[in-house]
């Protein structure tokens, strides 16, 4: 039962991390994934040997309690490759590139009425300007210089005030942080949360497992212990 909580929060942690990712894919070309798609595999995994582990339990097979536990063992080695993955990922963020990545995006921030307009990369934007409360790259005017959308409107974006309706942000109104660099901010946490919330799960995984291998050895000397007495009879 433990191995199969904590394989169902392996399972959460790891969706979750995926919808984020999903989301910076929109405005980022540099791979920041803090390994969504392997926290899910561990976490579906742990929970069919969850199930393995417990009919081994119940029927005292050996042989089957034993892959369980070298599974668990090769899971939990995935884990924390992947969790040194992340923070090195971390520590080796180029700002300049995210500066990049959000010039790109503003020049593909069209009005909802032009045909070039796109609706999951508008929302990632409005996302980081109304979630960070900055606006621009640097400031404000990055939107005059390369987004369409000002150009055609004439106007910033509602998100540049934490609005979500299409009316106009009043220059004055608009947030005065930069972008680039609480985006920056953002990814990197985003990278270091996903490596503190696994590490507190292999934790978590690596004390049931040495429980796991105290019940074998318990299971094992029980069972020397029937055959001894059947011999002495």
């Not at 049931?208 to 055959?227: D, G, Q, R, W």
Request: with cysteine; net charge negative.
């Amino acid at each position: 039962i433990p191995i199969l909580l904590a394989g169902l929060a392996t399972l959460g942690i790891g969706i979750w991390q995926l919808v984020v990712e999903s989301a910076l894919e929109e405005v980022l070309s540099e791979d920041y994934t803090s390994g969504g798609a392997l926290f899910v595999a561990s976490g579906i995994l742990l929970i069919a040997l969850s199930i393995i582990g417990v009919i081994g339990a119940f029927f005292k097979w050996r042989p089957v309690l034993l892959l369980y536990l070298a599974v668990v063992f090769l899971v939990i080695a995935l884990e924390i490759a992947s969790i040194a993955y992340v923070f090195a990922k971390a520590d080796d963020i180029d700002e300049d590139q995210i500066e990049q990545d959000l010039i790109r995006a503003l020049r593909r921030y069209y009005p909802s009425n032009n045909t070039a307009y796109d609706e999951d990369l508008n929302d990632v934007v409005d996302f980081i300007q109304d979630g960070l409360e900055c606006c621009g790259i640097t400031n404000y005017t990055d939107w005059a210089l390369y987004s369409p959308y000002t150009m055609q409107l004439g106007r910033l974006p509602a998100s540049c005030c934490g609005r979500d309706e299409p009316a106009a942000c009043p220059v004055n109104e608009a947030f005065t942080d930069d972008c680039r660099e609480a985006f920056t901010e953002f990814v990197q946490d985003n990278l270091i949360i996903g490596g503190i919330i696994g590490t507190v799960s292999v934790v978590v995984e690596f004390s049931l497992l040495v429980m796991s291998v105290v019940l074998f050895k318990a299971i094992k000397n029980a069972s020397v212990l029937t055959h001894a007495g059947g011999d002495d009879k």
